[in-house]
């Protein structure tokens, strides 16, 4: 497995590197779950990828609010770590760990019981409730695996291993993998399932992988061990990182309720627009994933060296993710508009999507490097505690400017799909800006995410 790293030490693009490269390797594994079971949805027709596509934004909107106290715990983990107080970064790994499993089993819970009427309420097709419904309360079920499995790689993010969360993300694919056509078309004797194959399929494969990590963790075999007392709910522990992870959790699960809406939307123009949205949103997913990748590795090195107060360095690190996260996202972006085409027909044939899909390609790609300038000023805002920056961040792109930009372009305009996509565009200009604001007055600098010893 993994070891931990001293970030507040060396070259820092190289630590960037070096931790960076299995956080993208992991995430793009994790978008490899939505990517398989589109493809093999995508044998079946435009209804069976739109159940996944209609179902994800409403399942990311209950996962965001608990990914934000999972990067609390990150925040935690890494000050403490570097400050050299090893006592407390268990204390913080067992906290994080006690407030996911409950959000988690209610969360779970709560979904289950609604997708029926939010299926309904998304304006899903007659033919299409049913499919939506049975895939996302399956996915439901699995919250708690989704969830643990994100606690853990946020602890372990934190305290400088990234290598091990990534090897298990991987097994958990494959596994996938291999389930997805099994359980999907019914081959070596198993019924066919279809879309509910695919639900299931990530259900199985999270499950086993998730349940491994917690072992990991509770024998120490990571080098971070959760004891028996650590896992006690503590209010003097559990307040702090509720304090900063509330912030975080409401930014992005405000940002995924506006894409629950904006899905909404996007359902009102077709089917056809609706698969394009889906196709093209999971391609585009997967080239943000470099930059996400930098930023949470950026966010860890901020975290430890705050945490050492070395605020230089923690100034270096920003500006250096902001130069190496631009300059990837260019190469991708260029790389996504020569063969968007092709990309698209790797999952579906159909030329009304393939149309509407190459459009929003080449749109958004333009667009895509002002999206990593948010996300490295995001790592010094989460990676010191100032949470409450990014909470504005993201509401403010998601509400104030893309939902407003998609009716005032897409519908006043008669812009049509291309006003959505020239809409997620746009808003990712201002948001980048609105994040420059942020850092210009310099309070990021004050770390936030560490206990106070009593």
């Given at each position: 497995?993994?070891?931990?790293?001293?970030?507040?030490?060396?070259?820092?693009?190289?630590?960037?590197?070096?931790?960076?490269?299995?956080?993208?390797?992991?995430?793009?594994?994790?978008?490899?779950?939505?990517?398989?079971?589109?493809?093999?949805?995508?044998?079946?027709?435009?209804?069976?990828?739109?159940?996944?596509?209609?179902?994800?934004?409403?399942?990311?909107?209950?996962?965001?609010?608990?990914?934000?106290f999972?990067?609390?715990?990150?925040?935690?983990?890494?000050?403490?770590h570097?400050?050299?107080?090893?006592?407390?970064?268990?204390?913080?790994?067992?906290?994080?760990?006690?407030?996911?499993?409950?959000?988690?089993?209610?969360?779970?819970?709560?979904?289950?019981?609604?997708?029926?009427?939010?299926?309904?309420?998304?304006?899903?097709?007659?033919?299409?409730?049913?499919?939506?419904?049975?895939?996302?309360?399956?996915?439901?079920?699995?919250?708690?695996?989704?969830?643990?499995?994100?606690?853990?790689?946020?602890?372990?993010?934190?305290?400088?291993?990234?290598?091990?969360?990534m090897?298990?993300?991987?097994?958990?694919?494959?596994?996938?993998?291999?389930?997805?056509?099994?359980?999907?078309?019914?081959?070596?004797?198993?019924?066919?399932?279809?879309?509910?194959?695919?639900?299931?399929?990530?259900?199985?494969?999270?499950?086993?992988?998730?349940?491994?990590?917690?072992y990991?963790?509770?024998?120490?075999?990571?080098?971070?061990?959760?004891?028996?007392?650590?896992?006690?709910?503590?209010?003097?522990?559990?307040?702090?990182?509720?304090?900063?992870?509330?912030?975080?959790?409401?930014?992005?699960?405000?940002q995924?309720?506006?894409?629950?809406?904006?899905?909404?939307?996007?359902?009102?123009?077709?089917?056809?627009?609706?698969?394009?949205?889906?196709?093209?949103?999971?391609?585009?997913?997967?080239?943000?994933?470099?930059?996400?990748?930098?930023?949470?590795?950026?966010?860890?090195?901020?975290g430890?060296?705050?945490?050492?107060?070395?605020?230089?360095?923690?100034?270096?690190?920003?500006?250096?993710?902001?130069?190496?996260?631009?300059?990837?996202?260019?190469?991708?972006?260029?790389?996504?508009?020569?063969?968007?085409?092709?990309?698209?027909?790797?999952f579906?044939?159909?030329?009304?999507?393939?149309?509407q899909?190459?459009?929003?390609?080449?749109?958004?790609?333009?667009?895509?490097?002002?999206?990593?300038?948010?996300?490295?000023?995001?790592?010094?805002?989460?990676?010191?505690?100032?949470?409450?920056?990014?909470?504005?961040?993201?509401?403010?792109?998601?509400?104030?400017?893309?939902?407003?930009?998609?009716?005032?372009?897409?519908?006043t305009?008669?812009?049509?799909?291309?006003g959505?996509?020239?809409?997620?565009?746009?808003s990712?200009?201002?948001?980048?800006?609105?994040?420059?604001?942020?850092?210009?007055?310099?309070?990021?600098?004050?770390?936030?995410?560490?206990?106070?010893?009593?």
């Amino acid at each position: 497995m993994g070891k931990a790293h001293d970030l507040t030490e060396g070259s820092i693009i190289s630590t960037i590197f070096k931790l960076s490269w299995p956080l993208i390797a992991a995430n793009l594994l994790q978008s490899l779950y939505n990517i398989v079971d589109t493809f093999w949805l995508g044998k079946l027709g435009p209804l069976a990828i739109n159940a996944p596509t209609i179902s994800w934004p409403v399942i990311f909107l209950v996962i965001s609010f608990a990914g934000g106290f999972g990067m609390a715990g990150t925040s935690f983990v890494a000050q403490h770590h570097g400050a050299g107080e090893e006592d407390m970064v268990g204390e913080a790994a067992g906290q994080t760990l006690f407030i996911m499993v409950v959000l988690s089993v209610g969360l779970g819970i709560l979904g289950f019981l609604l997708t029926d009427s939010i299926v309904h309420w998304m304006g899903a097709s007659k033919q299409l409730i049913p499919l939506a419904s049975i895939f996302m309360k399956t996915i439901f079920i699995s919250i708690p695996f989704t969830f643990g499995f994100m606690v853990y790689s946020s602890i372990l993010r934190g305290y400088g291993d990234t290598v091990t969360p990534m090897k298990l993300s991987l097994y958990s694919v494959m596994a996938n993998m291999a389930l997805d056509p099994i359980l999907i078309f019914g081959f070596l004797g198993f019924p066919k399932l279809g879309v509910f194959g695919a639900a299931l399929a990530t259900f199985i494969a999270r499950g086993i992988f998730t349940i491994y990590a917690f072992y990991l963790l509770l024998s120490g075999k990571n080098g971070l061990k959760i004891s028996r007392k650590n896992l006690i709910p503590k209010w003097k522990r559990l307040f702090p990182i509720i304090k900063i992870g509330l912030p975080l959790g409401s930014s992005q699960s405000g940002q995924a309720l506006g894409f629950v809406v904006m899905t909404a939307i996007i359902t009102s123009f077709g089917n056809y627009t609706l698969a394009a949205f889906g196709i093209g949103n999971r391609i585009i997913s997967l080239a943000t994933m470099f930059s996400m990748g930098i930023t949470a590795a950026s966010a860890a090195i901020v975290g430890q060296n705050l945490g050492a107060h070395k605020i230089d360095r923690a100034e270096k690190t920003l500006k250096e993710t902001l130069l190496l996260n631009t300059l990837t996202m260019i190469g991708i972006s260029s790389v996504m508009i020569i063969f968007r085409d092709p990309l698209m027909r790797i999952f579906i044939t159909n030329p009304n999507v393939v149309k509407q899909g190459t459009h929003l390609m080449i749109i958004i790609a333009f667009f895509m490097p002002f999206f990593s300038i948010m996300q490295s000023f995001m790592a010094a805002f989460n990676g010191s505690g100032h949470t409450m920056a990014s909470m504005w961040l993201m509401i403010s792109r998601l509400w104030f400017m893309r939902i407003p930009l998609i009716f005032l372009l897409g519908w006043t305009f008669k812009l049509g799909s291309d006003g959505i996509w020239w809409a997620m565009g746009l808003s990712n200009v201002g948001a980048a800006l609105m994040a420059f604001l942020l850092y210009l007055p310099g309070k990021w600098k004050v770390p936030k995410a560490m206990f106070k010893r009593t």
